[in-house]
């Protein structure tokens, strides 16, 4: 999942951080549990998650609420979860390490998400979001369950994007369509700065079909980037697959789509005159533009100029290639 992306930053400044946490405590139950968790920790970053599963499972059971052992509940779901196989599925004991993975990455949540210190507080969070992701269609595929905790992730951070996409995700494949597309547009509402936002309600608006709202969000996004040709050169792709692929078009709405499409693309080559992708793409629309053209001479000269637009396109790239112009 794309929230998921940064995981490995928050897990491995965890673990320096325990490394060295003082043991400096007369309890033996906190004695006890510091030394298993600095085993725990060894065995979790060689990959050996049985051994980390027990050593992780022994310092929480020693000191339970103790504010510097209370990150082992994350990493020994984690360690469970990393023991589940695909491949058995459906068999009781393979199954019954998601549960356990489920039942910690709660605990970690709970006690993790109000922490003072900032790298748990990252790590309560980033148990939410394997929580969400081990019910997914997957693992346990129960997204009845995943949804209350992506809508508490919301109000944790109603500032971040991601959650947002996580959930409406979840809508869409639930066939929830009108509930997706108001999570996406909150997530505009969240944070409409962010060009992401755009290209995942793009990305929504043309798995559904709707052309007229994908160019839209696509717009919304160039606008939003107004120096970046790639914002003007997806669009263009856009228009190009459509009047391409669309066959229930008439050939003035084909051409319509081209024209807005080079638009689109000249827009790109003004900011970036050297953008191979788009002059390429440039050369695909004239070439639509040409089996449009009822006049031979205009047709002839369209295709022409798509060549020279390919040629271009190919020298740029052997040039990139050679290393010449960096």
């Known amino acids: 999942m794309r929230?998921?992306?940064?995981?490995?930053?928050?897990?491995?400044a965890v673990l320096a951080l325990g490394a060295f946490t003082a043991v400096g405590c007369a309890k033996v139950g906190k004695v006890q549990a510091m030394r298993s968790l600095k085993e725990a920790n060894k065995a979790y970053q060689a990959q050996d998650y049985k051994k980390a599963a027990t050593l992780y499972a022994?310092?929480?059971?020693q000191a339970p609420d103790d504010p510097d052992v209370v990150s082992a509940y994350f990493f020994l779901g984690n360690s469970y979860d990393n023991q589940w196989k695909p491949?058995?599925?459906?068999e009781a004991a393979n199954d019954e390490f998601l549960t356990k993975a489920v039942q910690n990455y709660e605990t970690a949540a709970q006690k993790l998400s109000t922490s003072d210190r900032p790298d748990y507080k990252k790590?309560?969070?980033?148990s939410l979001q394997y929580l969400v992701a081990a019910y997914g269609a997957d693992k346990l595929n129960d997204p009845g369950k995943a949804e209350p905790v992506l809508q508490k992730m919301i109000q944790q951070?109603?500032?971040?994007?991601t959650n947002y996409f996580a959930l409406a995700k979840l809508y869409e494949d639930a066939g929830a369509y009108d509930a997706?597309?108001?999570m996406l547009l909150k997530?505009?509402?969240a944070k409409p700065g962010d060009p992401t936002v755009y290209?995942?309600?793009?990305g929504y608006y043309n798995r559904q079909g709707q052309f007229d709202k994908t160019i839209d969000a696509l717009r919304e996004r160039a606008s939003k980037e107004p120096n970046n040709p790639e914002a003007f050169y997806t669009i263009s792709t856009f228009y190009w697959d459509k009047a391409f692929r669309d066959t229930r078009l008439k050939d003035n709405e084909k051409k319509d789509f081209v024209n807005k499409g080079i638009e689109a693309v000249d827009h790109a080559l003004q900011i970036k005159p050297d953008y191979a992708e788009a002059l390429v793409y440039k050369g695909l629309l004239l070439r639509l533009e040409a089996n449009l053209e009822k006049d031979p001479g205009k047709q002839q000269q369209l295709l022409k100029d798509a060549d020279k637009l390919r040629d271009k396109a190919q020298e740029l790239r052997k040039q990139k290639a050679s290393g010449v112009g960096d």
């Open 3 to 12: 929230f998921l992306a940064g995981a490995s930053r928050v897990i491995a």
């Open 58 to 61: 022994d310092a929480v059971s």
């Open 87 to 90: 491949s058995k599925k459906g």
């Open 123 to 126: 790590l309560g969070t980033l």
């Open 157 to 161: 951070d109603p500032g971040d994007p």
């Open 180 to 182: 997706a597309e108001q």
């Open 187 to 189: 997530a505009k509402e």
């Open 199 to 202: 290209m995942t309600l793009a």
